[in-house]
């Protein structure tokens, strides 16, 4: 029996965009019970987000795709349109409106620090005169914030850094790593996003500093993030999160045991994304149940039945 993956996310609705890998493709798990027409949006060696004819957003494992879902990602069709997406640039928007072109790189902590010496003053031991003029710009707004006063030009700037002396000082800053048009790379605290922006770009965040001690993990999160931007700037209008979906099951008896769709999120205290499972079941409560009893620590968000 095949099922639609009518997934209830947690985030609804962009529109189609040209910078996708491929379009109205469909997708099946590896035996082949289940499909889904997708969009590819990114992929990496071992995940794939795809977006839904809705605009919704999942991610997926690749090793639960089927072997022709897995031997297209690794084309060179696929690998070249991918490298193609992943060049292009970004337009963002800072909370006073001034627009900023950078493509995302990941999440990251990066100090801003600030010196005045040799007579001119310095970012993170690099003459300001010599930054981008959108490296400039944003430089003087995160000052602007930090320091709570207005900073418009370098000459601001340089009369305040006067104070310090030879003495550098650093700001610990977190957000993200954006790469300027001029190959410029630039953390850019949260701060400075706009509210529709930080809803793209905020959600991984607090996994992402908790798996401090992993490298694969934090990657991981800035693989979503990346995704999570790449789809959102196709369309601006609704903010894009993504969730995470699991295909490791069989399929159902035939009008025996239904398919559900069971949403499940992490408990107090445990971290992860939220997910959709399919699980076989006689009904809506077992099903539930078996979910909760295969991840443990979640709760549960919303249960559906996915077969026809």
Not at 88 to 108: H, I, N, S
Not at 119 to 147: A, T
Not at 288 to 301: C, H, I, W
């Amino acid at each position: 029996m095949r099922a639609s993956l009518s997934i209830v996310l947690l985030f609804i609705g962009i529109c189609t965009g040209p910078s996708g890998v491929a379009f109205g493709r469909i997708w099946s798990n590896a035996n082949g019970a289940y499909e889904l027409e997708a969009e590819v949006i990114s992929f990496n060696d071992s995940m794939v987000v795809l977006k839904k004819p809705t605009g919704e957003l999942v991610a997926i494992e690749l090793k639960d795709l089927s072997a022709k879902d897995q031997e297209y990602v690794r084309s060179q069709e696929a690998q070249d349109a991918e490298r193609k997406a992943a060049d292009e640039m970004q337009t963002w928007t800072a909370k006073d409106g001034m627009k900023v072109r950078g493509r995302v790189l990941a999440y990251g902590r990066k100090p801003l620090t600030i010196q005045r010496k040799l007579r001119s003053v310095h970012i993170n031991d690099k003459p300001f005169s010599r930054l981008d003029p959108l490296h400039q710009k944003l430089v003087l707004r995160i000052m602007s914030k930090l320091e709570d006063q207005q900073f418009e030009n370098e000459k601001q700037l340089d009369q305040w850094a006067k104070k310090l002396g030879t003495t550098p000082k650093s700001y610990p800053l977190e957000g993200v790593m954006l790469q300027l048009e001029s190959g410029d790379e630039i953390g850019v605290p949260f701060f400075l996003f706009s509210t529709e922006d930080l809803a793209v770009l905020e959600p991984g965040w607090e996994l992402w500093k908790e798996r401090e001690e992993s490298n694969a993990s934090r990657e991981h999160e800035s693989f979503l993030v990346r995704s999570a931007a790449r789809a959102y700037q196709q369309d601006r209008q609704v903010n894009q999160q993504i969730e995470m979906l699991k295909l490791e099951m069989l399929g159902a008896a035939t009008g025996v045991i239904a398919i559900w769709q069971v949403g499940l999120a992490p408990g107090p205290g445990v971290f992860g994304r939220p997910m959709t499972v399919m699980v076989p079941a006689q009904n809506s409560e077992i099903a539930s149940q078996l979910a909760l009893q295969r991840y443990p620590g979640s709760v549960l968000v919303g249960v559906r039945r996915a077969s026809r």
